[in-house]
Structure formats: C-alpha cells, structure tokens
C-alpha cells in the first residue's frame, strides 16, 4: 500500500510534522510504502501565485494518483488550519483525492482549537473527494515534546495515534480487498 503524508505546517521542525514522522514509522513497520511531502516541498511563489503548473504541484498529483490514502497533519492558527496548506490543497483538483483514505492529524496550542479538525479541515477534504474521512485526532502542544529532535508523545495521545493508525490501516485494507474483487 501507498500512503503520502502531507505536512502542512509552515515551521520545520513542528509538532504537526513530528506526527507525520512517527506514523510513517509505523506505517513502514507494516509494509506501506510511504511518500512524505512537506509545504517546503512547493516554491512560496507557486502557492501565491497559484501556479497550477508548477513542477512541485505535478509531482504531488501524480504521487496523490497513485497512492491508496493520505495522512494530513497541520497546525491550528485562529480556529481553522494553515493558510499555506489551505492555498495548497485549493490548488489540487476536485477529485485528488478521489478513492482515498484520509486521516486528518492537527496540532493546537490549547484545547479550545480542537473542532477545527472537524469543522475546517474535513470539509475541504471532502470537496476533494475524498473516499473516506476517518475521524481525526487533535493534539495539544503539551503532548508532544523534543518534536525538534526524537518526539515524544504523551501516553494518551500515542495510544489515539496508534488507534487512528489502526484504523487507517484497516481502511486501506478494505480498499485493498474491493480493488481486488473488482479486478
């Protein structure tokens, strides 16, 4: 199985990215193969100016294509997500993620921000299609540390991490199975 993961924070390191990083751990550790793009990954000038030809957009297409799910991660800045992924995915075609799995990952400084999963990013993930939306998980920035270095969850948010990643697993598996039958 393909998965890409998508960093949409504008800072590197972050905590968001952090989670990406211990997911394609485990994701690796279960066979995926697994492509990691980054907001850094695209010229600022491309997503400014809306350069749908831009190499870096292409690329991501075409991985996108061919890959079985995608794992957001972002920050949350005033009740929604970041700006730069939002310009990015507007950027994408309605259908990018058509037949894909999508775990949705945001990181936040404070509780408060934990809707924006749902009520900002999911919409969008939608409009683009997506096959399945899992339901997502929001982390307090308290809950991870050394995201500079060797992150570290807190026990309870890496025990949600590794049930979303169950979960996103077994998705992928079903998707797998009707691909299979169909053929």
Avoid at 56 to 80: F, Q
Avoid at 86 to 106: G, Q, Y
Wanted: with cysteine.
């Amino acid at each position: 199985m393909r998965v890409i993961t998508l960093a949409g924070s504008p800072r590197y390191p972050s905590r968001s990215t952090a989670l990406l990083t211990l997911c394609q751990q485990a994701l690796e550790k279960r066979g995926a193969e697994v492509i990691p793009w980054n907001l850094h990954n695209f010229p600022p000038e491309d997503l400014l100016y809306a350069r749908f030809d831009s190499p870096a957009l292409l690329a991501l297409k075409e991985d996108l294509a061919n890959a079985d799910g995608l794992i957001v991660a972002t920050p949350v800045y005033k009740a929604s997500f970041s700006g730069a992924l939002k310009t990015l995915l507007d950027l994408l075609p309605e259908r990018a993620l058509e037949h894909k799995v999508v775990l949705p990952l945001a990181t936040g400084g404070t509780i408060a921000h934990m809707l924006a999963v749902d009520y900002a990013l999911k919409p969008v993930l939608n409009a683009l299609k997506a096959q399945e939306v899992l339901h997502g998980v929001f982390a307090d920035d308290s809950q991870i540390t050394h995201y500079d270095r060797q992150p570290e969850l807190s026990p309870l948010l890496a025990e949600r991490i590794a049930e979303s990643l169950d979960t996103f697993w077994y998705a992928l598996s079903r998707r797998h199975q009707r691909l299979a039958a169909a053929v």
